[in-house]
């Protein structure tokens, strides 16, 4: 690709990348996360690292769930994106930035276990997790913490009263003794309250799982089974992703897969593809209408068939002009 | 047309059965009369509408359609081109056929009411254009949007 096509088309990442470097509240756990997954690409370089062990899947119903961050960060090294799912444990009420777990799509799952690079985990609720030690340690830490912290406290208002002792102007005699005699007292009288103790959350355990209430209501909304042109869609993104290309789906463009030339993070799609089988019969008004899409968002579409010699077959679809 | 007083008047022939090029198609022998009426519409477009160069008709036997082939004006590549009904159906199998012709295909829909409407198709990955610059980086401007609509 051009180096004036490849400036063009990249997606800014300087917004993202200042966000990173602003403390507080401007740090957004979720693009740490993708640019930890897409790093670990780099640094793996060429898809012949297989080598590396095989990533846990876990199944919730029929849908393949990821959850460990070494396993996503090897999903992403394996040029595969899949979806996250999960809500971030700071920013909850929000559907812009996403945490784990990572959806694979049902394509992705497959690449993987022909890959022989993915395994099933086991059910969690036949383990058992030693769930009452890990309360028990929970509870633990928590103590230690809030001791910590209470001392912490304490030391906090100390300096504060002190600052306010020596900022007060020195006529008002009065104001200094009751200052100093509440210094005297704060160290009999100083509670730190459990409401405003700061509780850590740790999210990179691995032992990540969801209740069994949760888990039946998951199954209630499992996905459906195999479609018809599932085989087709599976051809496509095996022979688009081997030609190094990255797909996800594409639900919002009316396709089957949105394909981009590097990792979604840094690039723009450029096509739609559709997946038929050679002898589909498609109405030509749909035709009409993803080429029509796909030319209001700048991306071709493409028409993707498997051939009867395990090749797969593209036809692009553009914008004639000729109005 | 408005009636003549008196007896009835005779239609006049219709101008599309007569005209040669629609007869030469018909001669080609193909059932799909609908899809006869179109690629006559399309002829007539890039004939008389957009003036383009050595337009004639061509039969697909594996298709059972009339094929066009034209060039846009002196000395530019040709094209076939695939007029269908709207209302149809197609394969990507037939697409590919035209495709192996060799040459780059338009598909043109033919709507009820004769609208137009050329789609370029092309065998392989053809990427597409970059958008237009210059570029500007929102970078902060979208944070500082948000917060301030919050």
Known sequence: ?323 | MSGASGGEKRPPPNWILQHPAYQQMKDLQIEDSAQVHAAFLVYMDLTEVRRWKEVSCVKSSELQVVLLEAREKEGAPTLTILPLPAHQSVTHKSIRHVLDRGFPVLLCAVAADSTLVYQRMTDGLVTPDPPVGPFQDMGRRQHRKRRQQR
Request: proline share 5%.
């Open chain 1, 1 to 323: 690709m051009k180096r004036s096509e490849l400036c063009s088309r990249r997606k800014s990442s300087v917004g993202i990348a200042s966000s990173l470097v602003l403390p507080g509240r401007r740090t957004c756990p979720q693009v740490v996360l993708m640019e930890a997954l897409s790093c670990g690409e780099r640094r793996l370089g060429s898809d012949e690292e297989y080598a590396a062990p095989a990533v846990g899947v876990s199944l919730c119903d029929s849908a393949p769930l990821v959850w460990r961050m070494q396993d996503l960060r090897a999903v992403r090294a394996q040029g595969l994106v899949g979806a996250l799912l999960g809500s971030l444990p700071r920013t909850p009420r929000q559907n812009g930035r996403l945490g784990r777990p990572l959806l694979l799509l049902p394509e992705e799952e497959g690449l993987l276990r022909e890959r022989r690079a993915a395994a099933a985990l086991p059910d969690r609720c036949q383990q058992d997790w030693g769930g009452a030690e890990l309360r028990q340690k929970h509870e633990e830490e928590e103590k230690k913490s809030f001791e910590e912290q209470s001392v912490l406290a304490l030391e906090d208002r100390k300096l504060a009263l002190l600052r306010a002792m020596t900022g007060a102007e020195s006529g008002a005699t009065s104001a200094d003794e009751a200052l100093r005699r509440r210094l005297q007292a704060l160290d009999q009288n100083f509670t730190f309250p459990q409401s405003a103790m700061a509780v850590q959350l740790s999210t990179a355990r691995a032992g990540l799982s969801y209740c069994p209430e949760a888990r039946a209501f998951l199954q209630a909304y499992g996905p459906t089974g195999a479609e018809p042109r599932c085989d087709a869609r599976y051809q496509v993104f095996r022979d688009l992703r081997g030609r190094g290309f990255y797909l996800t789906s594409a639900g919002k463009f009316g396709g089957d897969f949105l394909v981009y030339p590097g990792d979604p993070l840094r690039f723009h799609a450029h096509f739609i593809a559709v997946c038929v089988s050679l002898d589909e019969s498609v109405c030509l008004l749909d035709v009409l209408a993803v080429a029509r899409l796909g030319s209001n968002v700048k991306k071709t579409v493409l028409l993707c068939s498997p051939g009867p010699d395990a090749r797969v077959c593209y036809t692009s679809l553009q914008w004639s002009g000729m109005i």
